[in-house]
């Protein structure tokens, strides 16, 4: 049975239409990072347009992001490192093993979730004031973050332990996951914020039940008998053995978002220095709308991966260059389309997040400049996830840190030194560093493509 079905999958992989195949694979991946999208933005969409605070409230939530973003970046770490052991435990036949590797996970999980939940309970106002908080909005970003990581236990197994679901195939399950999680949150955000008047407060309890509800259906499943994979209480003490590879093995995906939260420390505070409160308002929405603009890419390169990979495995590399040119293809029509809405209804976008007409004018004026190289998205995500899926993962990830370590994050301080409007300088060292980035990344893949496919498409005679 399994032979027939891993011949199926040869088959289709390797000899259908790249077109249907891609569409097929990339819808469903569209479909979770749009949800996903939606779980991220949702709070920052009803806040801003509570009546007359909104815009300090916006701007105090968008403050507490990089937080956010380390506390799930903790959740990658363990879930990016140990479902692929898993996976290969699991095709080696080692279910004992695989379980273990599932016990050690959790238990870490819940150990990081008690750290990190008492770091930014103890030390949050600090934290939130080196990261860009003011006096006008510290109250905001402090009553957000008090709740929200209270919630962290629920945010590390609704996210950690999903992967474990998907790792066995269990698709449906882990979409529901975050379906069933981003599907309350948008229902429980505008009861709590605007009925029961508890303003951010209601949006991080809305978020914070949302990602408990989540991580109760996970566990649910993992407890359950229609999982390979069971969470047992002999798997859980912790075995230096186990969760060294795993680190190991997640560090990659850690480090790639962990180095986002420093990114958005980086912009926050230069843009207070320059800007004040409203310049970081306008960041809050262009960093949303940035998800928006990102995320179905990443969909779509997800969708395209296996066929990439599957045919390079496969020494088919006609077909490895016709899916990564559609891929390209799709990216660029994608990002191009987008980034002429942005330059021509910008106020569109604008206001899907906030009311406040003083807000509305910066944040308007800078996505014109912040956002300028989204037409360049296309190309770097594209080349960028090509070089992983033909298992150039390195490669991928300097890439990746090539645009925010090496040029982003420099530019934000080096640029407003030779500008007039410092304001202008800050915003202007994002879209630099996607075009530069962008080409570099081009220039890396052909080269690279060139030699390295040539080269193997001539020792295998095809």
Known sequence: MARNHTKSKEQDLGRDSIGRLMFSLAVPAITAQVVNMLYNIVDRMYIGHIPETGAAALTGVGITFP?????????????????????????????????????????????????????????????????????????????YLQIYVMGTIFVQIALGMNMFITTQGFATVSMLTVVIGAALNIALDPLFIFV?????????LATILSQGVSAVWVLRFLLGSKSRLRIRRENLPVKLKIMVPVMALGVSPFIMQSTESLLSVALNTSLL?????????????????????NLPMQGLCQGAQPITSFNYGARNFDRVKKSVRLLLICCMAYGILFWLALMLVPQLFAAIFISDQALMEITVWAMRIFLFGVFAFGAQCGFQQSFLALGQAKVSVLLALLRKIVLLIPLIYILPMFFENKLFGVFVAEPIADILAAVVTTISFLVWSRRTLSLEKAGTGK
């Not at 029961?196 to 991080?204: I, S």
């Open 273 to 293: 220095r320059y800007g004040g409160d409203s310049a970081v308002g306008a960041y809050t929405v262009l960093a949303s709308v940035l998800q928006i603009v």
């Open 196 to 204: 029961f008047h508890l303003g951010v407060r209601g949006a991080a």
């Open 67 to 143: 937080i956010i973003l380390l506390i799930m970046a903790f959740s990658s770490l363990v879930a990016m490192g140990g479902a692929p052991q898993a996976a290969i435990a699991m095709g080696e036949g080692d279910l004992p093993k695989a379980e273990k590797i599932l016990g050690n996970c959790f238990t870490t999980l819940l150990g990081f979730s008690a750290v990190l939940t008492g770091v930014f309970l103890i030390f949050g106002e600090p934290i939130l004031r080196a990261f860009g908080a003011s006096d006008n909005t510290i109250e905001y970003a402090l009553s």
